[in-house]
Nanobody, 112 residues
Framework: QVRLVESGGGLVQPGGSLRLSCAAS????????MGWYRQAPGKERELVAT???????NYADSVKDRFTISRDNVKKTVSLEMNTLKPEDTAVYYC??????WGQGTQVTVSS
């Protein structure tokens, strides 16, 4: 049974930083594409960043040059380093794995 558990969300001031982590279990992690999506109130869930098993990355234009996705295939984790956060980054962030697998989400709030 696949399980994805996110951690690291919270409240941060504009311009600040947060690091999200997702721990995976029950799967062959090393060959699975992973990523992060987010959903703000009243909006659809949107892609933030993805990373392939080989480490190739893809980012939404809105987060390029501010967010960095990475993975550790030994620890079975995927992380999202978020810098220069803006109020519009406020959302529930979801860990994603290929095969339509999702974590429970973690709230990120950017506010002064």
């Amino acid at each position: 049974q696949v399980r994805l558990v996110e951690s690291g969300g919270g409240l941060v001031q504009p311009g600040g930083s947060l690091r999200l982590s997702c721990a995976a279990s029950g799967i062959i992690f090393s060959i699975s594409p992973m990523g992060w999506y987010r959903q703000a109130p009243g909006k659809e869930r949107e892609l933030v960043a993805t990373i392939t098993s080989g480490g190739s990355t893809n980012y939404a234009d809105s987060v390029k040059d501010r967010f960095t996705i990475s993975r550790d295939n030994v620890k079975k984790t995927v992380s999202l380093e978020m810098n220069t956060l803006k109020p519009e980054d406020t959302a529930v962030y979801y860990c994603w794995m290929a095969g339509n697998r999702w974590g429970q989400g973690t709230q990120v709030t950017v506010s002064s």
